[in-house]
C-alpha cells in the first residue's frame, strides 16, 4: 500500500518513515510545504508529522486543509503531534485518527495496521455508498475523535443543551464527583452547583449569548460523598452555520480542588505566622526531636538568622543557655527559669524562659517556649538598689554621728572630772570606752562615703574609704564562706562619684560571695587588693578560689556603672581555678 508522510520543517520524518517502511511497500516523503505541487492521487493514506514549533504546527493544518479540500474528501490522514492542543487543532480540520508523538515503536506499528483496514473498508464503503456515505462516515469519524478524547482524558468533558441538560460527561466524572455517568446524563447543571457559583454560571452564558466563543468561570460542584470539588471550566459554544443560534455547550472542567486547598492552608498559614509575629517576645516551638518547628519575627531577631535557617534547626544549638544547671529540655509541667544569651561583643543579656509542654497526639508532643529580656529590668532593680542603699547609709550616719559626739564628750568630761583620782581600773576602762567609740565613728564615716553626692566639678573619690567601706558592708557575708584579706596602698583620689564607686565595689564583692562554697571557710579565699595601675589609673583587685562564673546581669549593671565614669572592669574566670575581676578607675586630673 502507497503511503505519504508529509513532514513539517522542523520535524525529523527518519524513525517514522523507516517503521512505515517496515509496512509499506512504497513511502514517499514530501515536505510540508510542498504538499500543494503534489499530487496524493492512488495513496492509501497519508501521515502528517509535527514538531511542536508554531510554523510547524501551521503548516501541518495547512497541509491537513489542502487534503481534506479534494473533491473526494482525501485520503486517510494520520496525524502525529506532539501536544495535546496540537492535536486538538487537526480533529478540527478533519484528521481520521491522531497519536502523541514520539512513542513506542510497537504502538506505531499497530496503528498503522489499524490504518491499512481502514483505508480498505473506506474503499469498499465508497464503492458502496458514494458521497453520502463517504459524509455520513466522517460524521462518525468526527464523533468518535471526540469520545476517544474524552474518555482518554483525566479532565471531565461534557455536552449541554442550550438549557443545560447533560446530553453527554465523560467517565472522569466517577474520579471527580463520585458519579456514574449515567447518573448525571439528564440532569441539569444546577442539580450539584454550589448555590454560591449560579451567579458565576449565569455569567459566563451570557458571555457565551452575546458572541463569544470561549468563556470560563471557576466553580463548585458537589460530590456524591457530599462534599464539593472545585472546578476550573471553560465553556465553549456549538452554534447553527445559518442562525448563529447556539445549539450546543462543550465544557472541558479541570480538578483544582487540592490546589484550592493548598492555597486556603498557605493563606491559614501565613494568618498563624503574622499572629505569632505580632507577639513583641521571642516565641519558638520545638518537637520531640528537638527541632525547631516555628519561631516567630523576635525569635529570629534575637538569634540573628532569618527563619529559613532557624527552621528545623535544633534548639539546643540556637536557644540560651540555662542559668545554673544541666538543660532539662522537657518540663513536667510549665515552669519558669533563667537563661543567658552571649551577643557578639561579648555582653550576657539573661532572659526569663517560659515554656509549656503541648501533648498533640497520643506520640507526639510539644514544646513552647516564650523568652523576656530581663537585663533592663534587672539593671533598673539594681540601681533602685543603690539609691535605697546611699539613702539608708547616709540617714544611719547622721543618725549615729550625733549621739557619737555626745558619747565621746561625755567620756572625756568625765575623764577630766576625774582627773588623778580615778583608779587604773576606770581609766582602763574609759579608754576602751573612747577607743570604742572612735572605732565607730570610722566606721561612720566610712558608711557615710555611700550616701556622698560630690559638689565638686567633677566630683572626685577617694578609693581607700571606698574600699574599706566595702569591706566594712561584706565582711560578714565573706567571712561566712572563706577567710578575707586585704591590701590597701596610698592611691591619689580618682574621678567619680563616691556612692557609686563603693556600691560597684560591694557589687563585686557580693558577686564574688556567691561563688564561694558553704561550709568551709578555711578551705576558701577572697585577698582585696588597691594598687596603683599603668596609665594614670588605679586598680582594685578581688581575687577568689570559688567556682568560675558567667557574665551576668549584676556585672553589666557594674560595668556600666564603672564606664559612666571612664574605667572598666576586667574579668578572669576559669572552672575550678577562682576568679579574679579587676576594677580599673582613672586617676583624678
Known amino acids: 500500500m502507497k503511503a505519504l508522510l ?97 512513542a513506542i515503536e510497537s504502538l506505531l506499528t499497530s496503528r498503522v495496521e489499524l490504518l491499512f483496514r481502514r483505508v480498505a473498508q473506506r474503499k469498499k464503503e465508497a464503492v458502496r455508498a458514494g458521497m453520502l456515505g463517504d459524509a455520513l462516515r466522517h460524521a462518525e469519524r468526527s464523533e468518535q475523535r471526540f469520545r476517544h478524547l474524552a474518555e482518554s482524558s483525566t479532565e471531565i468533558l461534557a455536552r449541554f443543551s442550550p438549557g443545560g441538560v447533560r446530553l453527554y460527561i465523560s467517565p472522569a466524572c466517577r474520579t471527580v464527583l463520585g458519579y456514574e455517568p449515567d447518573e448525571l446524563l439528564g440532569s441539569s447543571i444546577l442539580d450539584i452547583l454550589h448555590p454560591s457559583d449560579v451567579s458565576k454560571l449565569l455569567e459566563a452564558l451570557g458571555a457565551l449569548d452575546a458572541g463569544a466563543q470561549v468563556a470560563g468561570a471557576i466553580i463548585r460542584l458537589q460530590r456524591k460523598d457530599g462534599e464539593y470539588a472545585w472546578l476550573e471550566t471553560i465553556s465553549r459554544p456549538v452554534r447553527d452555520p445559518r442562525t448563529d443560534v447556539i445549539e450546543e455547550l462543550v465544557t472541558v472542567s479541570r480538578d483544582i480542588t487540592a490546589m484550592i486547598h493548598a492555597e486556603h492552608e498557605k493563606i491559614e498559614a501565613e494568618a498563624r505566622l503574622a499572629v505569632i509575629d505580632a507577639i513583641p517576645d521571642p516565641l519558638s516551638v520545638e518537637d520531640d526531636t528537638g527541632r525547631i518547628t516555628i519561631a516567630n519575627r523576635a525569635f529570629c531577631t534575637l538569634v540573628g538568622k532569618p527563619r529559613e535557617e532557624v527552621l528545623g534547626q535544633s534548639a539546643d544549638a540556637l536557644k540560651p543557655k540555662p542559668l545554673g544547671g544541666k538543660p532539662d529540655r522537657w518540663p513536667q509541667s510549665a515552669d519558669e527559669r533563667e537563661v543567658a544569651l552571649s551577643t557578639p ?31 533592663e529590668q534587672r539593671k533598673r532593680e539594681a540601681e533602685a538598689r543603690i539609691a535605697t542603699a546611699a539613702t539608708l547609709a547616709s540617714g544611719i ?32 576602762a574609759l579608754d576602751e570606752a573612747v577607743e570604742g567609740a572612735k572605732r565607730i565613728k570610722v566606721v561612720v564615716r566610712d558608711l557615710r ?4 553626692v560630690s559638689r565638686e566639678a567633677p566630683p572626685t573619690t577617694n578609693v581607700a574609704r571606698a574600699v574599706e567601706a566595702a569591706l566594712l558592708l561584706t565582711r560578714g557575708a565573706i567571712e561566712a564562706r572563706a577567710q578575707l584579706s586585704s591590701e590597701v596602698a596610698d592611691v591619689p583620689p580618682v574621678a567619680g562619684e563616691p556612692a557609686r564607686i563603693a556600691l560597684a565595689i560591694v557589687g563585686l564583692l557580693l558577686r564574688t560571695t556567691r561563688v564561694l562554697p558553704e561550709g568551709d571557710p578555711k578551705a576558701n579565699e577572697v585577698r582585696v587588693v588597691l594598687a596603683p595601675a599603668e596609665g594614670g589609673s588605679v586598680v582594685v583587685e578581688v581575687h577568689d578560689t570559688g567556682r568560675g562564673v558567667s557574665h551576668g546581669a549584676d556585672l553589666s549593671l557594674w560595668e556600666s556603672v564603672v564606664a559612666s565614669h571612664g574605667g572598666r572592669i576586667d574579668v578572669q574566670s576559669a572552672p575550678g581555678r577562682g576568679n579574679r575581676i579587676r576594677l580599673f578607675l582613672p586617676v583624678a586630673s
Not at 517502511?21 to 503534489?38: G, I, K, M, W
Not at 561583643?345 to 509549656?356: I, S
Not at 509542654?357 to 513552647?368: H, W
Not at 550616719?397 to 557619737?404: Q, T, V
Request: aromatic share 4%; hydrophobic share 45%; net charge negative.
Open 6 to 102: 508529509v513532514a513539517s520543517p522542523k520535524a525529523d520524518p527518519q524513525p517514522v518513515e523507516r517503521l512505515l517502511r517496515d509496512q509499506c511497500s512504497d513511502v514517499t516523503v514530501l515536505p510540508a510545504l510542498e504538499l500543494e505541487a503534489a499530487s496524493s492521487a492512488g495513496v492509501g493514506f497519508v501521515v502528517l508529522l509535527s514538531s511542536e514549533d508554531e510554523q510547524d504546527v501551521a503548516a501541518s493544518l495547512a497541509a491537513c486543509r489542502l487534503l481534506r479540500s479534494a473533491p473526494d474528501g482525501g485520503p486517510v490522514i494520520f496525524a502525529m503531534a506532539t501536544t495535546p492542543e496540537h492535536v486538538e487543532a487537526l480533529c478540527d480540520e478533519g484528521v481520521d485518527d491522531f497519536m502523541i508523538w514520539p
Open 345 to 375: 561583643d561579648g555582653a550576657t543579656h539573661v532572659l526569663v524562659e517560659k515554656r509549656a509542654l503541648l501533648q498533640v497526639r497520643k506520640e507526639e508532643r510539644l514544646l513552647v517556649s516564650i523568652l523576656r529580656d530581663m537585663s
Open 397 to 428: 550616719s547622721h543618725e549615729i554621728n550625733n549621739p557619737l559626739a555626745y558619747v565621746l564628750n561625755n567620756l572625756g568630761f568625765v575623764s577630766e572630772s576625774l582627773g588623778a583620782t580615778k583608779s587604773p581600773e576606770v581609766a582602763k
Open 449 to 452: 562615703i555611700l550616701g556622698e
